[in-house]
C-alpha cells in the first residue's frame, strides 16, 4: 500500500476531521436560559391559527386547542431556539389555562429572550397583580425608566431586582448610576464603594463589570485620575479582549495612548485588529471621545453584568440583557454582534442580519461582524455572494496602512475559508497567498494552505506548511493529526506520524478520530493488538462513523477475528460509507484480507 494515496483515500480526509467552526473568538456566544436547550435547531416551528384554515380541510370537529397542548408545544418551540413560535404558543397557554407562577416565569422568559420587552413587561405586572416575586420581572422596565429619565423609578426597580444576593451588584450599580441622574453624586459613590466591598467578600468574580462602571463614574463626574485607577485595575485583572480593547479605549482618551498601543498589540488576538484600532484612535487624537453618558453607562453595565460573568446564571441572561441593552442605547455594537452570532447559529438570519448591518464602521468590533456577516451569507449557501464581498475589498488598488493591510489579510483568510469548505481548494489557495501576502503568519493560515495542498495534490508544499503550521503552534490537534494520519495511510514516516497522533489524542482525548488515527498507525506499524485497542476506543466515541468501522474489521481481521472483522465490514456499508469505497469493502466481505 506504500506510495498509494488512497487506501483510505485522501481525498476523503477531510471528512473525517472535525473541521474549526466559524468562530470569531470571544464573541462566540451560546445563550441557554433556566434549562432551555442549546441545540442547533432541527427546523422552524410554525404555528397554525385553526381559524386560518380553509373550510374544506376540516373533516372532523376539531377541538379548541389545550392548555396541555400548547404548553407542550410552547416548550418544544424554546428547545429548538425557535422563540417566534414559542412566544405564541404560551400566549395561547396563557389564554386556555389558569395563570400559575410557572407558566408566568416561562412567559417571560421566552420574551425577554427573545427581546420582546413589551410584552414582557406586561407580563411582570402580572407577577405584581399576583403578588408573585420574581426579580428578573423588573429588568425590561429599566429602559422605559431610563428612557423617560426617570431615575426614582430605576431605584425602584433596582430594589425589587435585589431580591437575592445573586442580583445584588446589578441591583447596586443601577442604583448608583440613577443617583448620578437625580444629581447626587456622594450618594452615588456612596452606593458604589459599598459595592466594591461585597465584591471583594463575594464568592463570584464580578470584578471586570464593576471596575469599569467605576471608570466610567468618575469619568462622568470628571475625575480623571480615579477613573484611570479603575480602568487600569480592570487590565490587571482580566485578559478578557473586550475588556482589553473596552478599558484601552477609554484609556486612550484620558492620555495613556503609548502604554495601550503596546497592550493591544501585544495582547489582542489578530482577529481583533489591534493595528486598525490603533489607526482609529490615532485618528481620534484631536477630537476626543466625550465621557460616556448615563444611558451608555447603564446599557453597558446591564451587557456586562451578564457578557463577563463566571456564573451560569447570569451567562444564561446575556442574550436578553443584550436586548435590553441595545433598546436603552442602541449603538452598543458589541451587543448587536452578540446577538447576529447568536441569531446566526439558530438559523435566524433575517435578524442577524438586522443587527449586523447596525454595527458602525468605526465601531472596534466593525471587522468582526463583517467576518460574521461572511459566515452568514456561506450558512445560507450564498458562496458567490460571500467571495464578491471578500473580492471587492481585496481589489482596491491603492497604498493600504497597516491596519487596513491586517484587515485584508483577515477578509482574504475568511474567503480562502469559505472555498476550501465548498471543496474549492485552488481558488481558496490564492485567497490564502493574498493573506500571506498582506503579512499574515499564523498556524490556522498554515494548517489551511496545507490541506488546500493535499487536496489538489501538491504533496511537498502541503507537507511544508502542515510542519509550519505545527511550528507555529505545537498544539495545534488538527495539523498534528492531519499530518500524521497522511503518513500512516501511505505507510511512511510511522515513527513521526505515531508522534504526532499522540500528541493529538494527549489534546484531544474525547475525539475518535483522533484515536482513530492512532489506532490505524499502529496498524500499519503491524501492532495489530494494540491497534484494536484504539479502534474499539474510536468507535465507542464515534459509534457513526463508517471508516472507524471499517479500520476496525480490517483490525479484527489481523488478529483471527473473522466473524467480528466481518460483522464491521457489513456495518460500515449499512452506515452507507462513500461511494469509492463500497466494492473494497464487498470483497474484502466475500475473500477477507
Not at 431615575?151 to 433596582?158: K, R
Request: proline letters at 3%; one cysteine or more; aromatic letters at 12%.
Amino acid at each position: 500500500m506504500a506510495g498509494k494515496k488512497s487506501e483510505m483515500g485522501l481525498s476523503s480526509i477531510k471528512k473525517r476531521f472535525k473541521w474549526p467552526k466559524r468562530q470569531s473568538g470571544f464573541f462566540w456566544v451560546v445563550a441557554v436560559f433556566f434549562g432551555l436547550g442549546a441545540c442547533q435547531p432541527a427546523g422552524k416551528i410554525v404555528p397554525v391559527s385553526f381559524s386560518e384554515l380553509p373550510s374544506d380541510t376540516l373533516q372532523a370537529p376539531i377541538k379548541a386547542p389545550s392548555f396541555a397542548g400548547q404548553f407542550l408545544a410552547a416548550r418544544y418551540a424554546q428547545y429548538h431556539q425557535d422563540n417566534a413560535a414559542a412566544s405564541l404558543y404560551f400566549s395561547e397557554a396563557m389564554r386556555v389555562g389558569t395563570i400559575d407562577e410557572t407558566l408566568l416565569r416561562y412567559g417571560f422568559i421566552n420574551h425577554y429572550q427573545n427581546g420582546n420587552l413589551d410584552e414582557a413587561l406586561r407580563l411582570a405586572r402580572e407577577f405584581e397583580r399576583l403578588n408573585f416575586t420574581f426579580g428578573l420581572a423588573a429588568e425590561p422596565a429599566i429602559a422605559k425608566a431610563v428612557q423617560d429619565t426617570d431615575w426614582q423609578a430605576l431605584i425602584a426597580l433596582s430594589e425589587k431586582i435585589e431580591i437575592s444576593d445573586d442580583f445584588h451588584l446589578l441591583a447596586g450599580g443601577l442604583r448608583s448610576l440613577a443617583y448620578l441622574g437625580l444629581g447626587e453624586p456622594e450618594t452615588a459613590l456612596g452606593v458604589f464603594h459599598e459595592l466594591e466591598n461585597f465584591a471583594m467578600l463575594s464568592e463570584q468574580n464580578m470584578h471586570a463589570p464593576l471596575w469599569l462602571l467605576g471608570g466610567a463614574i468618575f469619568e462622568y463626574l470628571g475625575k480623571k485620575d480615579e477613573a484611570i485607577g479603575y480602568y487600569r485595575q480592570a487590565l490587571a485583572e482580566s485578559r478578557n479582549e473586550y475588556v482589553t480593547i473596552r478599558a484601552g479605549t477609554r484609556l486612550w482618551q484620558l492620555g495613556t495612548q503609548v502604554d495601550i498601543e503596546n497592550l493591544w498589540q501585544t495582547r489582542l488576538a489578530a482577529d481583533a485588529a489591534p493595528l486598525t484600532l490603533i489607526e482609529q484612535m490615532e485618528a481620534r487624537t484631536n477630537s476626543p471621545l466625550a465621557p460616556p453618558g448615563l444611558a451608555e453607562m447603564i446599557a453597558r453595565f446591564l451587557f456586562d453584568t451578564s457578557w463577563l460573568s463566571e456564573d451560569s446564571y447570569h451567562s444564561n441572561l446575556l442574550i436578553a440583557r443584550a436586548h435590553l441593552a441595545i433598546s436603552i442605547w442602541p449603538e452598543i455594537s458589541t451587543a448587536r454582534l452578540v446577538l447576529a452570532e447568536w441569531y446566526l447559529k439558530a438559523e435566524i438570519y433575517e435578524r442577524a442580519e438586522y443587527h449586523l448591518v447596525q454595527i458602525d464602521k468605526d465601531a472596534p468590533v466593525y471587522l468582526r461582524g463583517q467576518l460574521v456577516l461572511l459566515a452568514l451569507l456561506e450558512q445560507k449557501g450564498q458562496i458567490e455572494q460571500a467571495i464578491l464581498k471578500v473580492k471587492s475589498r481585496l481589489a482596491k488598488n491603492d497604498k493600504p496602512s497597516a491596519g487596513e493591510k491586517q484587515q485584508r489579510a483577515l477578509l482574504a483568510q475568511a474567503g480562502g475559508n469559505i472555498l476550501r469548505r465548498a471543496e474549492k481548494c485552488d481558488e481558496a489557495l490564492a485567497f490564502f497567498k493574498q493573506a500571506l501576502a498582506y503579512g499574515m503568519e499564523n498556524y490556522r493560515l498554515y494548517r489551511n494552505i496545507g490541506i488546500c495542498f493535499e487536496q489538489t495534490g501538491q504533496d511537498l508544499q502541503a507537507e511544508k506548511a502542515l510542519l509550519k503550521a505545527i511550528e507555529l503552534n505545537p498544539e495545534d490537534a488538527i495539523a498534528l493529526n492531519y499530518l500524521g494520519y497522511w503518513w500512516a495511510d501511505e505507510n511512511r514516516h510511522l515513527e513521526k506520524a505515531i508522534t504526532f497522533i499522540q500528541r493529538a489524542v494527549q489534546l484531544q482525548p474525547y475525539s475518535g478520530y483522533y484515536a482513530d488515527s492512532l489506532g490505524w498507525v499502529y496498524y500499519r506499524q503491524g501492532a495489530f493488538d494494540t491497534a484494536v485497542l484504539w479502534l474499539e476506543k474510536a468507535m465507542q466515541l464515534t459509534p457513526t462513523d463508517a471508516i472507524i468501522s471499517e479500520h476496525l474489521g480490517d483490525a479484527y481481521w489481523q488478529t483471527g477475528r473473522f466473524v467480528e472483522a466481518r460483522f464491521k465490514w457489513q456495518h460500515a456499508l449499512d452506515m452507507g460509507i462513500e461511494e469509492s469505497r463500497i466494492e473494497g469493502l464487498k470483497a474484502k466481505l466475500e475473500k477477507g484480507l
